[in-house]
């Protein structure tokens, strides 16, 4: 039985759903340690018995990433994983502290377990990220990997399978269990005077739930809804728009993303013959961005989409897909003409974006941009926040900080910025 009025409701239990969750049960992240860049030391230690979130957020340094789209993301990033990007690994510089004096009365919700999209992704995979930048304060991926007796260690990437049980695991361990509501579907939020309504279905089949709260927390993600060609056929049984875990035959991957090189990868470790269509330059395309030390695989399909056909594998640059039959002929335009291939299967694979089809239309002001402040996760509506890419950052590394800096806006207690807010109701 759902409470039907609640201080804080935070949609989406991915990695940043889980930090607001931390933060708003009353952690904050404090600096410990000796920083190794002695600029950014020498301004945390005169302030280390406040919280990170309490300080104006220092302005970027050589010694921050500079991958980070949100200058919260980047600082936290900087203490959390010090000299992370430059292949290094120093320990973490921050602690968590408890306050339950802060705590705010909340909910998570979530379609899935906790840990968001990490359960969905398709197994066999390794994430793009060295292991220990998947990690949130409270427990290192170290620990919890030591604590189930099989770790080979995490500064390498980590089959992306162990990250969902991760995220599972430290919401339990800190306590926040009981503020996570599993298998529920958020499908409409909207202001009601002081206060967001929120309505969905879940967990059982048939359930439908409305709720009440004053501050509506989004951390949806992006991996819900995937971009579309909006080709005829794209709706063709054959055609997916997820990297397909199992399958025979051809396959047409279109795209040139990290999800395009995973489908790629896939399929030739089952023997698929795969044809590639792609509009990107093969040196600029994110797989070619990848250190290829750590990412030998990404890494030489970005050089074979350079080279002539391969055993098993055909690139098509600068190539379209028009138009797929339902008998799997696929359509294609290059400047120079038009082919036709026959597949079992075409994943197309050209992006995802947050869904924010539960908020009413008139309060998004482009397709599907929400503003926010970059600092307090503040969005122009009274009691609206939004984090993860909204705010800039998609990356665990950096959505970390975001969920941290809401809810200690929310509780209170964080140099705030003011934001000019619109009133909640949109009348
Ligand atoms: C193939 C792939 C590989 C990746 N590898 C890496 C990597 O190596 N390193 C890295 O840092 N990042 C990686 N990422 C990005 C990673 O997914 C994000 O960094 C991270 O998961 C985003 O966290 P989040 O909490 O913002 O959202 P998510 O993890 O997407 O969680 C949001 C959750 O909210 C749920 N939700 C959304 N809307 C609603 C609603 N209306 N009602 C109920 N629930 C809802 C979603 O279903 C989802 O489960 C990868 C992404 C993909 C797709």
Request: with cysteine; glycine share 12%.
């Amino acid at each position: 039985m759902l409470p039907n009025q609640i201080d804080t409701i935070v949609i989406g239990n991915g990695p940043a759903g889980v930090c607001a969750s931390l933060g708003l049960a009353g952690y904050r992240p404090y600096y410990r340690g000796v920083h190794p860049d002695p600029v950014l030391h020498a301004e945390l230690f005169s302030a280390r018995h406040v919280p990170l979130t309490q300080m104006p957020v220092p302005a970027a340094t050589p010694g921050m990433s500079a991958r980070a789209g949100n200058p919260v993301g980047r600082f936290f990033d900087a203490v959390h994983h010090p000299v992370a990007d430059h292949g290094g690994r120093h320990a973490g510089c921050l602690e968590l502290r408890h306050h339950p004096e802060r705590a705010v009365n909340h909910l998570v919700l979530g379609s899935g377990q906790p840990g968001g999209s990490w359960n969905r992704m398709p197994p066999g995979m390794r994430t793009l990220s060295r292991g220990y930048w998947m990690e949130l304060p409270g427990l290192t991926m170290e620990e919890w990997g030591r604590s189930q007796g099989r770790w080979p260690g995490s500064h390498d990437p980590i089959d992306r399978a162990e990250v969902a049980g991760y995220y599972g695991d430290l919401v339990e361990r800190m306590g926040l269990l009981e503020s996570f509501i599993s298998g529920v579907t958020v499908t409409r939020a909207e202001p009601d005077g002081d206060y967001w309504r929120v309505a969905g279905h879940g967990p059982r089949e048939g359930d439908l739930f409305t709720l009440r709260c004053r501050r509506l927390v989004l951390a949806v993600g992006m991996y819900d809804r995937v971009k579309r060609l909006g080709i005829p056929g794209e709706d063709s049984e054959c055609v997916t728009h997820r990297v397909p875990a199992q399958g025979e035959g051809p396959l047409l991957v279109v795209g040139a993303g990290l999800s395009a090189g995973d489908a790629i990868l896939m399929a030739r470790a089952q023997r698929r013959p795969v044809i590639h269509a792609f509009v990107d330059d093969p040196e600029q395309c994110p797989m070619a961005r990848l250190s290829p030390d750590i990412y030998t695989d990404y890494y030489s399909v970005a050089r074979q989409m350079a080279e002539p056909v391969t055993d098993g594998y055909e690139p098509l640059p600068g190539t379209r897909l028009v138009a797929v039959d339902p008998d799997g002929t696929c359509h294609l335009e290059y400047p120079a003409g038009r082919t036709t291939r026959q597949v079992a299967q075409v994943a197309v694979l050209i992006g995802s974006l947050p869904d924010l089809s539960l908020l009413p239309p008139d309060m998004l002001e482009v397709e599907d941009v929400i503003p926010t402040d970059r600092r307090t996760f503040r969005t122009p509506f009274a009691g609206l926040y939004a984090i993860g890419p909204m705010a800039g950052d998609n990356f665990v590394r950096f959505i970390t900080g975001h969920g941290f800096w809401a809810a200690a806006d929310i509780a209170g207690d964080s140099v705030a910025t003011s934001t000019p807010r619109k009133s909640a109701s949109l009348n």
